[in-house]
């Protein structure tokens, strides 16, 4: 069973910029949550899509957007890329139930400069 | 509301020694609790959860976790360290009944000394 897919795996940007994250995620699970990893602020949570609907949202700006597609796969998108944006973006599946495991993909490194 | 705290950014300790990793939650409703490993360069990857069956989890890799419901803890143990446990753990609670999005502690890093 194959894992998460998390492309590309390291992007280099210009602040002001745009980006593009992209998650597939496990076979049969419907949804689909994206993390923030700094070393500072720890694990935060961006939103979660399931069905192809925001179930869930954290507190970023609205820089932060995402959507998923009928086939699960998720991407991510950050509008007017500035410094503090770089950062580990992992994308977790799971089914979606409550106490049901997160598979985490091995990330997208963001460097803005 | 739910949150959780690692005691400790970083823990060192000797090949073959206990390991303990510290995690305190609080959750206005009864948790789920979840122990991650993270090595470098890669995402997250499942130890253990409790999930209220039992109270002393057990995990992979040896690692195994005590829920305490009176200290709001879940340390997670290990009895002998080996090299290839370096890593950064994260201890995560969500909660039943409410959004079961896991809220992540801030991490803590496990260094094994030959």
């Known amino acids: 069973k194959a894992g998460v897919t998390q492309t590309p795996r390291y992007l280099i940007k210009t602040r002001g910029q745009q980006v593009t994250l992209s998650c597939s995620p496990i076979?049969?699970?419907?949804?689909v949550s994206w993390y923030q990893q700094t070393p500072g602020q720890g694990l935060q949570f961006l939103f979660e899509?399931?069905?192809?609907?925001?179930?869930n949202k954290g507190n970023f700006p609205g820089r932060f957007s995402g959507r998923q597609f009928s086939n699960s796969r998720s991407e991510m998108n950050v509008s007017t890329l500035e410094l503090g944006d770089s950062a580990l973006y992992l994308c977790?599946?799971?089914?979606?139930?409550?106490?049901?495991?997160?598979?985490f993909g091995q990330g997208t490194r963001l460097t803005v400069v | 509301a739910q949150s959780v705290t690692q005691l400790g950014s970083h823990v060192s300790v000797s090949e073959g020694a206990l390991v303990l990793l510290r995690c305190n939650y609080s959750?206005?409703?009864?948790?789920?609790l979840f122990w991650y490993v993270q090595y470098p360069n890669q995402g997250l990857q499942l130890l253990l959860k409790?999930?209220?069956?039992?109270?002393l989890v057990k995990g992979i890799n040896g690692f195994e976790a005590e829920f305490k419901k009176s200290e709001t803890s879940f340390h997670l143990t290990k009895p002998s360290a080996h090299m290839r446990d370096a890593a950064e753990y994260f201890c995560?609670?969500?909660?039943?009944?409410?959004?079961?999005?896991?809220?992540f502690g801030r991490g803590t890093s496990l260094i094994v000394h030959p």
């Open positions: 977790a599946s799971s089914s979606g139930g409550q106490n049901t495991e997160a598979f």
């Open positions: 076979s049969g699970h419907r949804s």
């Open positions: 899509y399931f069905s192809e609907t925001q179930r």
């Open positions: 959750s206005s409703v009864p948790p789920y």
């Open positions: 409790y999930t209220s069956a039992a109270t």
């Open positions: 995560a609670v969500s909660g039943r009944g409410g959004s079961y999005i896991p809220t």
